[in-house]
């Protein structure tokens, strides 16, 4: 990818600037109301969960990050199947609570098996009255369909979504930040 092709993936990021304050003004309105932020990716999408969900916890928010404890994840995974892995883990979710899927494919297409266990938390979530905030790329796959608030990275490379979403996560903390103040 060259730095042009970049710059044009951030003009088309910018053209969604009313999802990332959409974005930021819900995460306000959970912490107001006392609500758990739920956090989970898979492959490098689990480092930015974790990353973020850090990053909340230092400005005052009640974050769970399912991708950040390998034994409770093995036993599920062991006594599950890989696909209940956040689902197992969200037994204590709450109506108003919010889940944020970090997801280069969005769960794909339908017929593709791309994060059915972050599609089958997100369907989890929206049967306890719950939010979904989601950070995807590519067409934003089937997670785009089911989320409340989307934010997509329009490119279907892993490496520049995971960096372009780990760029999205210090936004959303700045101006979080800002708001907090």
């Keep these: 990818m060259s730095l042009n092709e970049s710059i044009a993936i951030l003009i088309k990021l910018n053209n969604q600037s009313s999802n990332l304050n959409s974005f930021v003004d819900e995460l306000l309105y959970a912490k107001k109301r006392g609500k758990q932020i739920w956090i989970a990716g898979n492959g490098g999408s689990a480092s930015t969960a974790s990353h973020l969900a850090s990053d909340l916890m230092n400005l005052g928010f009640d974050v769970v990050s399912l991708v950040d404890n390998p034994s409770r994840i093995s036993a599920i995974t062991n006594d599950y199947?890989?696909?209940f892995v956040y689902v197992k883990q969200m037994e204590h979710f709450k109506e108003g609570d919010i889940f944020i899927p970090i997801s280069v494919h969005g769960g794909g297409k339908i017929g593709e098996e791309w994060s059915g266990n972050l599609l089958l938390a997100e369907a989890w979530v929206r049967g306890r009255r719950g939010k979904t905030l989601s950070l995807i790329g590519c067409d934003g796959g089937r997670l785009k369909n089911h989320s409340d608030i989307s934010?997509?990275?329009?490119?279907?490379?892993?490496c520049y979504v995971e960096g372009f979403h780990s760029l999205i996560c210090h936004i959303i903390c700045e101006k979080l930040k800002e708001k907090i103040k």
């Excluded at 934010?151 to 892993?158: Q, R, S, W």
Aim: net charge negative; glycine share 10%; proline share 9%.
């Design 81 to 83: 199947g890989w696909e």
């Design 151 to 158: 934010i997509i990275v329009p490119d279907d490379t892993c």
